[in-house]
């Protein structure tokens, strides 16, 4: 701010203070009240009082008793998620294990098949061998899904 602009900002003040200066007998006096009246207003005042606090006590309660239920919902829904989410990898854990002894049935016959097949017979040679690819597939597909074969009592070279 240049030097004219704080002079004249200054000048400026000083003629508004300058206006507003009041005479002696412009000066209200405060009002003086009578004492019944004064007290009668104070305890208006008091009643008024007493009851904004009841009603901010009341507003306190009904404030602590939201937050208890939004903190009681925030649980619930998040049980019921953790619940659905037990539920849905029992039910994949479910149909999986049907599924699989579903097909455990088929990859015995496979082997059946392997172990009756005259391999000695180049016809039947080449379809010994696309049973035992597709058996392999099987076992593979199984592992996959953390069913493995194991060998039988007895039987220790077999895997």
Do not use: W
């Amino acid at each position: 701010m240049s030097e004219e602009q704080k002079v004249s900002v200054e000048e400026a003040i000083e003629t508004v203070l300058g206006e507003e200066k009041v005479s002696p007998e412009t000066v209200v006096e405060p009002e003086v009240l009578e004492p019944e009246v004064a007290e009668e207003q104070v305890n208006e005042e008091v009643n008024m009082i007493e009851e904004l606090g009841k009603k901010l006590a009341l507003a306190e309660e009904e404030i602590a008793v939201q937050k208890d239920l939004v903190v009681r919902a925030t649980a619930h829904a998040q049980n019921e998620i953790r619940k659905a989410g037990i539920d849905a990898e029992s039910k994949v854990k479910r149909t999986l294990k049907r599924f699989t002894e579903a097909l455990l049935p088929v990859a015995d016959s496979l082997e059946m098949a392997i172990s009756h097949i005259d391999k000695d017979n180049e016809d039947l040679a080449k379809m010994a061998e696309g049973v035992e690819l597709t058996l392999k597939s099987m076992i593979d597909s199984f592992a996959k899904v953390g069913i493995v074969q194991l060998n039988p009592l007895g039987e220790l070279g077999k895997s």
